[in-house]
């Protein structure tokens, strides 16, 4: 497979010599799922921002789908890359849902009827379909949470990027976005994730980055990452208490999940 | 970087009484309606640099006032061409220097050209240079201490509160739809207006909810309880701020009477 | 001190359900209440209308019941003297601070309440010992981190001497490091004997702080339990649709595999410990230390 995302050697830094990034490569194969964690300021959106030409890279360079993101601007990047934010306040302005979720692919300049397509079946893969002709404010947090995703996926960008898409979402949401994101990685996207829920991170992505002060400490299966202590230390990450309690009991195996620790533990008692 | 923002440093200028700061501020403000001489608005702005180099932040000015350059070049060209139109000047004859057409540029006018946007510099500078060596809610206190109603300095000080969070706010929403393909380079004036409003209805919500949950924040925290109330922070003014406050004021009734004179006009 | 809610009912203008719905329950002093519950199940309106925010300030929705502070209606009370008793914090860090440097911050309630300024100088520079923000007195509040913003906003409340101090979800915009410097400040506090009410949704480390979960469902009460007696009830917790933290989750599961918990652990170093003692055999053996 392709790698449709190639990151290398990047370096960026807002001011002068101040680095948030310092020297980061890797590369992301299409219809991955991926997750980026690290503390506060590792520069995980720093990172991210430069997959949709939100930033330039001071040094080093990034490719998507073969597109130098130097030479290509913001609009035209968005055609592949769809950047979710976190915060669904910040994008919704228009008078009805389908006006909302028509704009992106408006932007990019389909007719009509292509247009049509995309706001129903993004509608409806977010479960809003019927909502079309409510205002946007007059949905719950939780909907519009789903109402901002289902904007970006009506562009049909070939990767989604999601930031911090659960924070400050109630639980039921939570399992709606996963659900939405699942949903999507199974049509082929490819799906760049932050998050600092490490529970989730664990439940429902198999390939994490690590970072941590602007470096990549590590870039492996989520289990693999987990099972670090030193690379978690040093990225100032909890892991779930699945594996807290894996690793009091002196457990051999990280158990990801609930389910993992209930099998490992049942065995072990039985 | 943020227009105004207070910059922290430690210097004789931080360390002042924000009312000594005001007193100069407003003497050099003064001194430049007074007089309309090349020679002295130039010197009234080195002044001000000057200034800004005792407190410490003058690489943060000079940058700022960078931004003033091209209203600086368009008040050049416009004083020294048309001079003549302006209510303000006194018209004599002068020596012609260059000839356009229909325009002239004479010496008279280049003196006028010299002298104003060196005023316009003077004019931004010196309050520019007082919002950056004095922190805000300094300010506000001094209000209050020279009598402004708590009231009016409080409100002052929450507005300026809020203008680093509109630009803020307005950038991650400006980032969020231009992901969305939002194109605000090009385009004509219309196209473009058209443009803001997928940022600017987002920004009034945020700010309106703002504003709402502010309030009630307020008033948990007894906003308002009673007809008074007490204060934490005094200023008091040292020697420096008084000596500054005197010959602040000296200088500038010295201006106006020399003004009064008939002394520092071009032309007169 | 103490706050009694009688059948509260509060619809907001122009809104058609009742946002909360015959409410009914009792603070008692040194409680810590951990109020949970769905987006929009009532838990921000039962904490405004408990802090006097509603009526006195959101004017207009329609009010049925009462809250009595201290035996006194809210109603009839002045929102600033319910402010002495009740303080509140807000979950958007952005809307408390207004303009002041970190000190003033602290120092405007105390302002607002006519102090002296000598006491006022003692409280704050308390406070701002205690909560560690002293180094950052005279600057401002926007130069904190989101975790810094909220503790500073904690104590600014807690400067005013109320008895009880409401948190609306304080830590749902921060990341995880701020999330545990708030969580730590509200464990400080409540070995001071103030009456805690947080309002939050995925409060796994706070859980064994509480002595009372209430659950809100649509604007109704619908458990009002000890932390380990909510989350011993597994049928319970999926009908609610609250965040459960993992290890009662593995516990319920464990549970239903036939193996019993003589108590319901709400942690981690609780779970290891019950299964390490766990009858059976397996972890109290030498394989598990």
């Not at chain 1, 979402?169 to 709606?176: G, R, Y």
């Not at chain 3, 810590?32 to 207009?60: Q, R």
């Not at chain 3, 904190?144 to 503790?151: A, D, E, N, Y």
Request: glycine fraction near 6%; charged fraction near 20%.
């Amino acid at each position: 497979m392709q790698p449709i995302i190639i990151v290398r050697d990047l370096w960026f830094a807002y001011e002068k010599a101040d680095y948030i990034l310092k020297g980061v490569s890797f590369s992301i194969t299409s219809g991955e799922l991926i997750a980026i964690i690290g503390h506060n300021g590792s520069g995980k959106t720093t990172l991210v921002k430069h997959f949709n030409g939100l930033l330039k890279p001071t040094k080093g360079s990034v490719f998507i789908n073969g597109i130098d993101t130097k030479q290509a601007t913001v609009a035209e990047l968005a055609r592949n890359v769809g950047y979710v934010f976190q915060n669904p306040n910040h994008q919704i302005f228009a008078d009805t849902v389908y006006e909302e979720v028509a704009f992106g692919p408006r932007n990019l300049g389909y007719d009509e009827e292509r247009i049509h397509e995309l706001v129903e079946s993004s509608l409806q893969a977010t479960g809003l379909d019927g909502t079309e002709n409510t205002p946007p404010f007059a949905l719950s947090m939780g909907a519009r949470e789903r109402l901002a995703i289902a904007s970006i996926i009506a562009m049909d960008p070939k990767v989604l990027v999601f930031d911090e898409p659960t924070t400050g979402q109630d639980h039921k949401t939570c399992l709606e976005v996963m659900e939405i994101i699942r949903k999507c990685s199974k049509e082929g996207k490819t799906i760049v994730l932050i998050s600092h829920d490490m529970e989730l991170v664990a439940e429902w992505v198999n390939r994490v980055i690590v970072m941590a002060d602007g470096v990549i400490l590590l870039e492996g299966s989520t289990r693999e990452a987990f099972s670090k202590q030193e690379v978690l230390k040093s990225a100032k990450l909890k892991p779930p208490q699945v594996i807290q309690a894996a690793r009091k009991l002196g457990l051999q195996d990280i158990p990801l999940t609930v389910d993992e620790l209930v099998t490992i533990i049942s065995r072990d008692l039985t | 970087m943020k227009f105004a923002k207070y910059i922290e440093r430690d210097s004789i200028v931080h360390r002042l009484d924000p009312r000594s700061k005001i007193a100069l501020c407003l003497a050099i403000i003064g001194a430049a309606f007074s007089f309309t001489y090349p020679l002295f608005m130039m010197g009234l702005f080195i002044f001000v640099l000057i200034l800004s180099f005792v407190a410490k932040i003058w690489r943060e000015f000079m940058s700022q006032t960078k931004l003033l350059f091209s209203v600086v070049i368009m008040a050049f060209v416009l004083w020294s061409l048309f001079y003549r139109w302006s209510l303000f000047t006194v018209v004599t004859s002068s020596r012609v220097i260059l000839q356009l057409g229909p325009i002239s540029l004479d010496e008279l006018g280049l003196l006028y050209g010299v002298t104003m946007p060196f005023r316009v510099l003077v004019l931004i500078g010196a309050p520019l240079l007082i919002f950056m060596t004095t922190a805000f809610s300094d300010l506000s206190t001094a209000l209050v201490q020279l009598r402004v109603p708590y009231k009016v300095a409080f409100t002052l000080g929450l507005s300026m509160r809020f203008v680093p969070t509109i630009s803020e706010e307005m950038e991650i929403i400006r980032q969020a739809q231009m992901a969305r393909g939002l194109e605000l380079e090009r385009g004509g004036i219309v196209k473009k207006a058209r443009a803001y409003v997928p940022i600017f209805v987002p920004l009034i919500v945020r700010l309106l909810e703002l504003a709402d949950r502010m309030s009630s924040a307020m008033e948990v925290r007894a906003f308002g309880a009673y007809p008074r109330r007490t204060f934490y922070k005094v200023l008091s003014m040292g020697s420096i701020d008084y000596v500054i406050v005197v010959s602040s004021s000296i200088f500038l009734l010295l201006c106006v009477w020399l003004r009064l004179q008939g002394i520092g006009t071009i032309g007169g | 001190m103490k706050i009694k809610v009688e059948h509260l009912y509060y619809t907001y203008p122009y809104s058609q359900n009742p946002a909360l719905s015959d409410i009914n329950f009792e603070v008692k002093e040194k409680e810590f209440i951990l109020i949970t519950g769905p987006s929009g199940s009532g838990k921000s309106t039962l904490a405004l209308s408990l802090a006097g925010v509603i009526p006195h300030i959101l004017k207009g929705g329609i009010m049925e019941g009462r809250v009595l502070i201290d035996g006194v209606d809210s109603h009839l009370m002045r929102l600033s003297e319910v402010a002495r008793k009740i303080g509140m914090v807000f979950q958007d860090p952005e809307c408390q601070f207004f303009g002041l440097s970190v000190e003033e911050e602290v120092a405007f309630g105390l302002e607002n309440l006519c102090i002296p300024r000598e006491l006022m100088e003692k409280k704050v520079n308390e406070s701002l010992v205690l909560s560690g923000l002293l180094k950052f007195r005279k600057k401002e509040p926007s130069s904190l981190s989101g975790g810094q913003k909220q503790r500073l906003a904690i104590i600014s409340v807690l400067a005013m001497e109320p008895s009880v101090i409401i948190l609306d979800e304080p830590t749902s915009n921060l990341d995880p490091y701020g999330a545990s410097l708030v969580l730590d400040t509200l464990q400080k506090l409540q070995q001071t004997g103030k009456t805690i009410i947080l309002i939050e949704r995925k409060a796994a480390h706070v859980m064994p702080l509480a002595s009372r979960i209430i659950a809100l469902q649509e604007g109704k009460i619908v458990v009002d339990a000890a932390p380990r007696k909510f989350f011993a009830d597994e049928a319970l917790l999926r009908n609610l649709q609250v965040y459960t933290p993992q290890v009662v989750r593995v516990a319920h599961k464990l549970q239903e595999l036939g193996f019993k918990f003589n108590e319901f652990p709400l942690t981690v170093e609780e779970f290891c410990e019950l299964l390490k003692k766990l009858g059976s055999g397996g972890y109290a053996t030498d394989n598990y230390r």
